[in-house]
């Protein structure tokens, strides 16, 4: 059959568990790197970032963790709540050589559904 | 707190038109850029600009021009309306390269 769209990867976790999000970024160049959380019918919202010279970040419930050597980033929420379902972007921002511009890239996103 | 507004939140318009994407943000910030977002593919980069007048391409700039004469508008159009220009486009700003990025609520465009 013909193909609408792609599905997005889907995390499914009960309330109370602490949801692993994964992204693999593409450029090794890039310097900065941030988690975005969307709901239905909105823009995507700031939740945490890091920049490249550090491997570790804790916000309030969410943990970036950053390992450059497999271009590798990921986000930890601890105690998982109703209210944290939504599509979880990373995006990274890749420099621009040439002047002090810089491109910001998001990944495709993952689905986290969160059990009562 | 940061503002991005986008001019409209649905649009409707006919194959062939030329169409406008306004953008305004009231924090002063250096970068603006514009996405696309479709089912299953994210997020992905049209255009963004660094600093007045100047504009470079992302990903996806085929079908799409900008402008930014002042500081706080970025508009994205559209030359020729064609119906793979169907999507959500969502615009954003940053006060400067390496900080947070915000988001408008984005602009549902039809192409019918």
């Known amino acids: 059959g013909e193909s609408v769209g792609l599905h997005l990867p889907t995390l499914s976790v009960q309330e109370g568990d602490n949801s692993i999000i994964n992204c693999a970024y593409s450029?090794?160049?890039?310097?900065?790197f941030i988690w975005y959380k969307q709901e239905s019918g909105k823009g995507p919202q700031f939740i945490i970032d890091?920049?490249?010279?550090?491997d570790k970040r804790q916000g309030q419930r969410v943990t970036v963790l950053l390992n450059k050597t497999v271009k590798h980033l990921s986000l930890q929420i601890a105690a998982t709540q109703p209210g944290d379902s939504a599509v979880y972007f990373c995006a990274e921002n890749m420099p621009l050589i040439y002047n002090q511009g810089g491109k910001l890239i998001f990944g495709q996103g993952t689905e986290l559904s969160v059990k009562p | 707190d940061v503002k991005v507004t986008q001019s409209s939140r649905y649009l409707v318009k006919r194959t062939g038109e030329k169409v406008f994407l306004e953008c305004v943000q009231d924090m002063d910030h250096e970068n603006m850029f514009w996405y696309r977002q479709d089912p299953g593919l994210g997020l992905r980069l049209i255009y963004f600009s660094y600093d007045v007048k100047m504009k470079e391409k992302g990903d996806i700039p085929e079908g799409y021009s900008v402008s930014r004469e002042k500081k706080e508008r970025f508009s994205l159009i559209l030359e020729s309306a064609s119906t793979n220009q169907t999507s959500m486009y969502l615009c954003?700003?940053?006060?400067?390269?390496?900080?947070?990025?915000?988001f408008g609520q984005g602009t549902r465009l039809t192409v019918v």
């Open positions: 450029n090794s160049a890039s310097d900065y």
């Open positions: 954003a700003s940053s006060l400067q390269v390496n900080t947070e990025a915000f």
């Open positions: 890091i920049r490249s010279n550090m």
